[in-house]
């Protein structure tokens, strides 16, 4: 690619599949620097009503980032259920003693469960899954 000092717009992207190609060939990722200027046009295509040839050129470039991604990338650790209860909790501005209430526990189980010493149940989860709208699943790791 061509060094850019500028980002590009939708406005500046060329209408051809040919012109954006001469902007940025499609190739493999293998550098931080070709996976930022990929983004980069990536960035300015998507979110536009697109022509064939755009829409095109964007879906593959779309499907290299996300290869370079995928191999780059760790994957994440999965959240313990604990954890997700704490975010959920924190983000909805409730306390270990509204967790009580929503679980039909008393808040000293509540806050146990909080720290670990003691497991949420099958109907805790359920019940949690009802009031966050969230799967059970998120509990159960």
């Known amino acids: 690619m061509k060094p850019t000092t500028v980002t590009p717009t939708f406005s500046s992207m060329p209408k051809t599949y ?17 996976y930022d200027d990929a983004v980069e046009i990536v960035h300015a295509l998507a979110g536009f009503k697109l ?8 879906e593959l470039m779309a499907k290299i980032i996300e290869d370079y991604e995928r191999e780059t990338s760790p ?4 959240v313990r259920g604990i954890e997700s ?4 909790l924190k983000e909805t501005g409730l306390s270990a003693d509204d967790l009580g209430t929503i679980i039909g526990v008393d808040r000293s189980i509540a806050y146990r469960i909080l720290k670990g010493s003691r497991n949420l ?6 019940k949690l899954s009802s009031r966050f709208a969230v799967s059970a699943d998120l509990f159960l790791v």
């Not at 990722?29 to 070709?34: L, M, N």
């Not at 022509?51 to 964007?58: A, E, G, P, S, V």
């Not at 994957?75 to 999965?78: D, N």
């Open 51 to 58: 022509n064939r040839d755009q829409d095109d050129y964007l």
């Open 85 to 88: 209860l704490k975010f959920l």
């Open 121 to 126: 149940t099958a109907e805790h989860i359920k």
């Open 75 to 78: 994957e994440p650790a999965p």
């Open 18 to 34: 040919t012109g954006l190609v001469s902007l940025l060939v499609p190739r493999p990722i293998h550098d931080k620097a070709s």
